[in-house]
């Protein structure tokens, strides 16, 4: 692992703006992991478990299979520490979420059941602030509710590239490199993917007016 090492260390010397801070804690865990302080690695776990779930579930809308999902990409993590080159670790850590919520979207195509689960909890999205109005919750948890049915019933392809480039704001090159395609395939799937949500939500398009 001394090579991660390195790379660590050259990215560390490199911050200095302050918006730069929490990058640089990431950088200093995974130093310390390296050398095989595990205290380290689990605070890494616990500043990203809930971003990374809160990604999976959209991609694996079952909380339990989204938790084990999540439980795999930080073993999967761990175990490859020592390849990790740089750049940002929350994204590093993403990008291998994505790949396990993947390979589950992969293994139950291969094995089909139930599709999805009901999408009544909306356990996963952020919770309201007290100061807004009854109606304004009803209506964003319609909303809410609405967008997940309709994203759920996409191919998974497509709705992976959507929800990574218009929710989590990764790039075109990003997620063909996650998805293991051309980027000219990503725009196909995000383009084919959003017609698709458009007819799916036209009937309840009343919700997301004003």
């Not at 109606?135 to 590239?161: H, I, K, M, V, Y």
Request: hydrophobic fraction near 40%; charge should be negative.
């Amino acid at each position: 692992m001394a090579d991660g090492r390195v790379v660590i260390e050259a990215q560390r010397a490199e911050i200095r703006h302050p918006d730069d801070a929490g990058q640089g804690i990431d950088l200093a865990m995974i130093e310390q992991a390296l050398r095989g302080e595990l205290d380290a690695f689990n605070q890494l776990v616990v500043r990203h478990q809930d971003h990374l779930f809160a990604l999976v579930y959209r991609l694996v809308p079952d909380r339990d299979q989204a938790a084990d999902v999540v439980q795999e990409a930080f073993f999967s993590a761990y175990r490859n520490l020592g390849a990790f080159r740089g750049g940002s670790v929350k994204s590093w850590l993403g990008r291998i979420a994505v790949n396990e919520a993947m390979d589950l979207q992969r293994s139950r195509r291969r094995r089909p059941s139930q599709p999805y689960p009901e999408l009544e909890d909306e356990s996963w999205q952020p919770p309201a602030e007290q100061t807004v109005e009854p109606e304004s919750r009803t209506l964003a948890a319609e909303r809410s509710r609405a967008l997940a049915g309709a994203l759920a019933a996409l191919p998974f392809d497509q709705r992976n590239c959507i929800v990574l480039f218009d929710v989590e704001g990764y790039d075109y090159g990003e997620i063909a490199r996650i998805m293991g395609v051309s980027v000219g395939t990503v725009k196909s799937r995000i383009h084919r993917g959003r017609v698709a949500l458009r007819a799916s939500l036209e009937p309840v398009r009343e919700l997301f007016r004003g």
